[in-house]
């Protein structure tokens, strides 16, 4: 995975998938979190970002999916566990396969698993992501009316 220290920051390149259906978007968050992410993880030495959302969701949730277009580049700028992070994120439309569990109940929480730990996806209403602990938070109003073309964004904090 392609994430290393530079001084004081830790570094990383993130692929991640914006799944959206009949107005929720599926989320994730390690067991224990606080906070909700977009579906997704670090990219592989070697590996395209798409390809990287593709394998996590396989990894992670055990879906197939399709990864479409590019919908953000993220320059995400945070603290987790006391350290600043620069992360890249590359953000893509996905769509998961008719025949998908997750996509069948939107009712209940789904498990996956990372590194040993669980991870909890659910799918929320776009209309209310405003009372979500969303990171990074500019997806609280974006998601609300993607933009067709790529948009390169700054997140700080």
């Known amino acids: 995975m392609i994430s290393l220290d530079a001084g004081p920051f830790r570094f990383q390149l993130r692929a991640a998938a914006v799944v959206i259906d009949e107005g929720s978007v599926l989320l994730h968050r390690l067991e224990g ?17 798409r390809s990287t959302v593709v394998r996590e969701m396989r990894e992670e949730l055990a879906e197939s999916v399709e990864c479409g277009q590019l919908l953000y580049v993220v320059e995400n700028f945070f603290h987790h566990a006391g350290r600043p992070n620069h992360e890249m994120g590359m953000y893509f439309a996905v769509r998961m396969h008719a025949a998908s569990a997750v996509l069948a109940d939107k009712s ?50």
Do not use: K, M, N, Y
Not at 33 to 49: I, K, N, Q, S, Y
Not at 124 to 149: D, G, I, K, N, Q
């Open 33 to 49: 979190d606080g906070f909700w992410a977009l579906p997704g993880g670090r990219v592989e030495a070697g590996e395209d970002a």
């Open 108 to 157: 209940r929480t789904h498990w996956g698993i990372e590194g040993g730990r669980r991870l909890e996806f659910r799918w929320f209403p776009v209309a209310r992501l405003a009372t979500v602990e969303l990171h990074p938070s500019f997806l609280r109003e974006s998601l609300l009316a993607p933009s067709p073309h790529c948009q390169h964004i700054v997140q700080q904090g």
